[in-house]
């Protein structure tokens, strides 16, 4: 997984973007992209562009310390099995197709399961797309064949229209509109969910949220009626878990938007020097399908 070091945005990825405010081509200049009607943006030293409109930075954007807990615990090897298990469907889907093609990952944070994907697909490129500058600097580091660009994937994104083969979406909010429209025609998502026994064992001792029930049936309803259910799988993990590690996988998550990193590390410290916790998965692929017109769009093909 080696990262490249220059500074501008990876020239292969250039192709796939769009322009925030037009939606026209973006062009490479020494420290920033450009459209033709002069709307600029500048690349990071670290090679993630922003291309969220305006510069105030979002409410609800992972801070600095979320993503290096983030960071740290994923380096202890913990969701090392959903990582794989993504990357074994990404193949499975690649095989499908002789061409090259890009992973889209929505809310991708370090980038951490995009790498994973490309390194067992080859042919493949990927994107990641984030709100925090924080994980989007790590995000662009994460593979030599991988960019970052900050954006808000539950909004427009500033992707072109039917240019990504693959989207990828590991406990992310996602747009379905929006997905449909910068997937190809034969092109499909990956979603990966907790259930409602994920971290169940921290969710009193620690503040933690708890999951909703019936979360998938909801992300079902959303993605119909241009996405088509495939294959669904389900991985459960017994972790035995350090304080250290309790109090990161904390830190790491929306937790952390409301309880003071003092009061987690607080709390972390009086459990048991080893815990157990479940992690639940869900993991699931979707087909993109034509939605039928609706009435008055006109006549119906046959």
């Known amino acids: 997984m080696s990262a490249p070091t220059s500074s501008r945005f990876p020239s292969h990825l250039l192709s796939l973007l769009c322009c925030p405010i037009c939606q026209s081509a973006l062009r490479q200049e020494p420290s920033a992209l450009r459209c033709a009607a002069r709307h600029a943006f500048d690349v990071a030293r670290q090679g993630y562009v922003h291309l969220l409109p305006g510069r105030r930075p979002p409410g609800n954007a992972d801070t600095q310390s979320m ?37 889209l990952e929505v809310g991708a944070g370090t980038g951490y399961h995009l790498a994973h994907v490309l390194d067992r697909c ?4 990927g994107l990641a797309v984030d709100l925090s500058r924080f994980a989007a600097r790590r995000a662009a580091r994460a ?62 001792p620690m ?10 049936e909801r992300l079902h309803a959303r993605l119909r009626p241009t996405f088509e259910p495939g294959t669904r799988e389900s991985l459960e993990l017994d972790m035995a878990l350090t304080r250290e590690e309790v109090f990161l996988l904390a ?19 009086a459990l048991p020097a080893r815990t157990t916790v479940t992690a639940s998965f869900t993991v699931a692929t979707y087909h993109r399908v034509e939605p039928p017109p609706a009435p008055g769009d006109g006549p119906q093909r046959r």
């Not at 406990?171 to 910068?182: I, T």
């Not at 503040?207 to 998938?216: F, I, N, P, Q, R």
Request: include cysteine; aromatic fraction near 4%.
């Open 122 to 125: 080859p042919g493949q490129a």
């Open 207 to 216: 503040g933690l949220l708890s999951v909703d029930t019936h979360k998938e």
């Open 143 to 204: 593979h030599v064949r991988a960019g970052a660009i900050i954006a808000d994937g539950e909004r427009a994104l500033p992707v072109r229209s039917q240019s990504v083969a693959l989207a990828l979406s590991v406990f992310a909010p996602r747009n379905a509109r929006e997905l449909h429209r910068v997937l190809r025609p034969q092109g499909a998502l990956l979603v990966a969910t907790p259930t409602e026994r994920h971290l169940r064992q921290l969710i009193a």
């Open 67 to 103: 993503v290096a807990a983030r960071q740290a615990f994923l380096a202890r090897g913990h969701y090392a099995p959903l990582a794989r298990l993504l990357a074994e469907h990404a193949a499975r889907l690649d095989a499908t197709e002789g061409t090259e093609r890009c992973v």
């Open 251 to 269: 830190a790491m998550g929306p937790s952390a938007f409301h309880v003071p990193a003092e009061e987690l590390r607080r709390r972390a410290d």
